[in-house]
């Protein structure tokens, strides 16, 4: 779960506006993008904040980071301006929403006087991920490309909700 989530927002967020500029949009203009997609962060947090205690911490770990894959996907194969903005703020909420229950569910996991060493064990392992998903898609976006290396990290997004739910 942990390497799977820090992978897939590392190996998105550190990428986005060199993926921008190399679509023609200015170095500028990508930034714009990108702080517009940060700004849809904090009500994904805030919404798995709350629906976690509804609908449950794997429930909503689950969909969030399915809803991140399939926002991540598409937009890899957004075209339009509209469509960047609209498929990156979606992937930005969804995938911060994960982070946010992920941080409730961990040490849940553990029985009470292990669980700083579990949490921070996982975190850790996570950490690994957040090291080799950029170094990852710097490789394989001059053969893959925009579309590509977004479809990697929603597979890796998906696969850690896989994970989750069983």
Known sequence: ??????FGYYGIFIWLPTLLVK???SIVKSFQFVMITTIAQI??????????????????????????AV??????QASST?????????MSFF?????????????EL????????????????GRIGGVLAPT?????????????VLTMNAAVLALAAVSVSF
């Open 1 to 6: 779960l942990w390497f799977g989530l820090v």
């Open 110 to 125: 553990y029985p009470t006087r292990d669980r700083a060493t579990g949490a921070g064990a996982a975190a850790a392992f």
């Open 71 to 76: 926002t991540a996907y598409l937009l890899g």
């Open 136 to 148: 990852v898609v710097g490789f394989l976006l001059p053969s893959i490309g925009r579309a590509g």
């Open 43 to 68: 009500p994904g947090y805030f919404s798995a904040a709350y629906l976690i205690e509804r609908a449950g911490r794997k429930m909503v770990i689950t969909a969030y980071l399915l809803l991140s």
């Open 23 to 25: 679509d023609g949009y």
């Open 82 to 90: 509209a469509m960047i903005i609209v498929w990156a703020s979606l």
């Open 95 to 107: 995938n911060l929403g994960a982070w946010g229950a992920v941080y409730a569910y961990t040490p």
